[in-house]
T-cell receptor, first 113, second 114 residues
Framework: KQEVTQIPAALSVPEGENLVLNCSFT??????LQWFRQDPGKGLTSLLL?????REQTSGRLNASLDKSSGRSTLYIAASQPGDSATYLC????????????FGQGTRLTINP | NAGVTQTPKFQVLKTGQSMTLQCAQD?????MYWYRQDPGMGLRLIYY???????DKGEVPNGYNVSRLNKREFSLRLESAAPSQTSVYFC?????????????FGPGTRLTVT
């Protein structure tokens, strides 16, 4: 059974810092891994999708890496801003079957001005 | 292009009442999903529909039923609501054919059962 873990559960950093969010998964048989952002009381917004054959993907100040063999992904946020405060979730899409997404529990990020 | 839409946005039910949550997508996606999100539990899959005409149970299906009405619409029904079903419910869709594609989520329905 695929399990996804995100550590830490919460993180608070001062504005301007670079930071890394971690995601680990137990089964390397995946199609892709998706990072989402969720603001309080809102739905999920897709940030980055990284395919199983890729090592990293970048969008603006965000960079996601994937090491499928070790079951790890990181989301790097450069020059953090208060507007980056949100919960960040990672999810892996399993290979085969119904290709369901399996989610981690998220990291709640607070950027202090 | 509205993406994934859900109705209602908020709902309060009494224990034992029934209701249906509606979801529609306009991206011609094959697969649709219902999740619930609870504090500290992340998103858990309730039911999914890999394609029109099929539905399957996810992790937490007890107390729920679903209907894939057509390719666009996937509804979730609570027959007899219980306080344990107080949660935020998200509908999502995925192409299902291009396995490298993203999954898209609706804005959610906040349900309180008293």
């Amino acid at each position: 059974k695929q399990e996804v873990t995100q550590i830490p559960a919460a993180l608070s950093v001062p504005e301007g810092e670079n930071l890394v969010l971690n995601c680990s998964f137990t089964d390397s048989a995946i199609y892709n891994l998706q990072w989402f952002r969720q603001d309080p009381g809102k739905g999920l917004t897709s940030l980055l999708l990284i395919q199983s054959s890729q090592r990293e993907q970048t969008s603006g100040r965000l960079n996601a890496s994937l090491d499928k063999s070790s079951g790890r992904s990181t989301l790097y946020i450069a020059a953090s801003q208060p507007g980056d405060s949100a919960t960040y979730l990672c999810a892996v899409r399993r290979s085969g079957g119904a290709q369901k997404l399996v989610f981690g529990q998220g990291t709640r990020l607070t950027i202090n001005p | 292009n509205a993406g994934v839409t859900q109705t209602p946005k908020f709902q309060v039910l009494k224990t034992g009442q029934s209701m249906t949550l509606q979801c529609a997508q306009d991206m011609n996606h094959n697969s649709m999903y219902w999740y619930r999100q609870d504090p500290g539990m992340g998103l858990r899959l309730i039911y999914y529909s890999a394609s029109e005409g099929t539905t399957d149970k996810g992790e937490v299906p007890n107390g729920y039923n679903v209907s894939r009405l057509n390719k666009r619409e996937f509804s979730l029904r609570l027959e007899s609501a219980a306080p344990s079903q107080t949660s935020v419910y998200f509908c999502a869709s995925f192409t299902g054919t291009v396995k490298t594609s993203e999954q898209y989520f609706g804005p959610g329905t906040r349900l309180t059962v008293t």
